[in-house]
């Protein structure tokens, strides 16, 4: 029996992929239950030496039944909806609305949102996974996880009912498209800083300032903007306040030209005398800061599980070119500076996949806690750095070039020690219980 997660993923699919996950169900117990790498070696693919091996630690022993076949859906969904069209995308700087949708109704978005609000019902291996087969493939254009992992929650845990309501089935949907509202020309790292004023008038509240690197910038309907609503005190005058696109005043800036996240739109935003009804509020005026702390741990682990996974996916890719591709009459894969290369990589990831799961199982527990979603950021981030960088390097002249995924790994990565709290940001939330 399928559990209400899955089933609830399953109805949200579209027939092809439904159907192929009913076909998945119907293998034999066994398979499913073994590790994805080691499935496919039982069915025969990918006969070369090196994945014919498969170490306990691939297994991934959280994952269930389930969960296996929400991963297969999600491979298939990026395998056919996203893969073919990200070039183009990269071109435009953006996505298009249409695989949104498409997305929500794979069940793909709002996967850990209670199914009453339109969402998957999941825990945060379904979140985890949705990205994981996402980022796998370097396909970073769609900012799903951020709409879904970061933004609804704060929706879900500070919204009031009729917010949630209005709100959350549309963005599950992928009919809503959401960004959040931080940083600001003046003020990235140290939040509290921010300049942007929300001044209530009568039933409104009355919004002046900018925004800079936003996400989903270009694209959103909705936006959870951070003001000051009493800027003479600091972090406890900043409110949460829900931003509606189309209101006037607002007005989006440029498309910002980036070094790697090409396919993913990030702008300027500009709020003039931008009049929202104070109902628009989202929990408690001035409570906002407190808030961003309590999510702001869950956004890092999400950048550490996509750090993770696109790692993992350079890794794989790099070894299969290597085990190709020739040099004085054999592979590059027989030198020996390319097995201790792969070597070292496989056992940082090894490593890291083992912390980053540890950390999904907390967050599922409600035990997460801030010091060790920074750990994991920061450990993805800089292992993901290093990993795109000896992949690149395995791949020679080819690494360099854009149509090779090492080089679009390589590009992406840079930014996983930044947004979010940079690697800096991170060492000091850390030293700070030492
Ligand atoms: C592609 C992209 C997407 C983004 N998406 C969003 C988004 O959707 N929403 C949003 O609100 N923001 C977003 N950001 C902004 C991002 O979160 C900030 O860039 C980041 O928090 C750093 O802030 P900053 O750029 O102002 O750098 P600064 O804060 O100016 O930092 C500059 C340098 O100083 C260091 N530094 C700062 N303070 C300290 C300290 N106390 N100790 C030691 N070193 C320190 C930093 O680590 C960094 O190396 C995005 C950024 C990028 C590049």
């Not at 969960?67 to 999600?74: E, G, P, S, T, V």
């Amino acid at each position: 029996m399928l559990s209400r997660v899955a089933l609830t993923c399953a109805r949200r699919l579209t027939q092809s992929t439904a159907a192929s996950i009913q076909q998945q169900h119907q293998q034999p117990r066994a398979l499913l239950s073994m590790g994805a790498s080691a499935a496919r070696a039982a069915a025969g693919a990918g006969s070369s030496k090196q994945q014919a091996y498969v170490s306990p630690f691939d297994e991934r022993p959280q994952l269930t039944d389930e969960h296996r076949i929400f991963r297969d859906a999600a491979r298939r969904f990026f395998e056919t909806e996203v893969a073919p069209h990200h070039a183009k995308w990269e071109q435009d700087g953006m996505v298009s609305r249409e695989v949104w949708e498409k997305a929500g109704a794979a069940g793909l978005l709002g996967t850990t949102i209670p199914v009453e609000y339109g969402g998957g019902g999941g825990d945060a291996f379904h979140a985890a996974i949705a990205v994981e087969e996402q980022l796998r493939l370097q396909l970073s254009g769609p900012g799903f996880s951020l709409h879904s992992d970061i933004i609804i929650p704060y929706i879900l845990h500070y919204g009031s009912e009729e917010q949630k309501q209005k709100w959350i089935p549309l963005m599950c949907q992928g009919k809503a498209i959401s960004a959040i509202g931080m940083s600001e020309p003046s003020a990235g790292s140290d939040l509290q800083g921010i300049k942007t004023t929300a001044v209530r008038d009568g039933d409104d509240y009355v919004i002046n300032g900018s925004k800079i690197f936003i996400s989903n910038g270009q694209m959103a309907d909705i936006i959870v903007l951070v003001a000051k609503t009493d800027p003479s005190k600091g972090a406890h005058g900043t409110s949460l306040i829900l931003v509606e696109t189309d209101r006037p005043g607002f007005q989006r800036g440029r498309n910002l030209k980036k070094l790697g996240l090409k396919a993913q739109d990030t702008s300027e935003l500009f709020f003039d005398n931008v009049r929202v009804p104070a109902s628009n509020l989202l929990g408690k005026e001035n409570h906002g800061f407190k808030y961003l702390m309590q999510e702001l741990g869950t956004e890092r682990l999400v950048i550490g599980v996509l750090s993770q996974a696109s790692a993992e996916g350079v890794f794989a890719d790099t070894v299969k070119y290597v085990n190709e591709r020739q040099a004085f009459g054999k592979s590059i894969a027989s030198f020996q500076n390319t097995k201790f290369k792969l070597a070292e990589m496989k056992t940082q990831l090894s490593v890291g996949r083992v912390f980053i799961d540890r950390c999904l199982e907390l967050q599922n527990q409600g035990k997460l806690d801030p010091v060790a979603a920074a750990i994991a950021k920061l450990h993805a981030g800089d292992m993901l750095a290093k990993i795109t960088d000896e992949c690149l390097q395995l791949h020679g002249g080819y690494g360099f070039m854009w149509e090779y995924t090492a080089a679009r790994a390589y590009a992406d990565a840079r930014v996983q020690r930044i947004y979010g709290g940079t690697s800096e940001i991170m060492k000091d939330i850390i030293s700070r219980t030492l």
